[in-house]
């Protein structure tokens, strides 16, 4: 599964960009998939994520009321609907799919994923 990330851009704090990530097969409707984000200096983290039925979905708390994780099947694409965005979540963020059954408590685990889009820098300004 190939997955393209695209959607960042620089914006002003405050506000809102939408991400998408592409995948490349028709897998994708089986697959789990998330947004993790990497500032520099630091460590990947988790952001968000979504199970393969759209029904299931987890957050890291500092977005939950801000940003909103989607897909579309049809499209094989998955959203990141990012709101009142902050200058500290300026970081390159990437997708991840995973083809494997993930219990909940897992879609934060970067290591559960098997596949990973190239990244999308998203700079906030002050």
């Known amino acids: 599964v190939q997955l393209q990330a695209s959607g960042g851009g620089l914006v002003q704090a405050g506000d809102s960009l939408r991400l998408s990530c592409a995948a490349s097969e028709r897998s994708f409707s089986n697959s789990a998939m998330g947004w993790f984000r990497q500032a520099p200096g630091k460590e990947r983290e988790f952001v968000a994520a979504?199970?393969?039925?759209?029904?299931?979905?987890s957050y890291i708390d500092s977005v939950k009321g801000r940003f909103t994780i989607s897909r579309d099947n049809a499209k094989n694409t998955v959203y990141l609907q990012m709101n009142s965005l902050k200058p500290e979540e300026t970081a390159v963020y990437y997708c991840?799919?995973?083809?494997?059954?993930?219990?909940?408590?897992?879609?934060?685990?970067?290591?559960?994923?098997?596949?990973w889009g190239q990244g999308t820098q998203v700079t906030v300004s002050s």
């Open positions: 979504i199970r393969q039925s759209g029904g299931d979905t």
């Open positions: 991840a799919a995973s083809l494997r059954r993930l219990a909940k408590s897992y879609l934060a685990v970067d290591s559960a994923y098997e596949y």
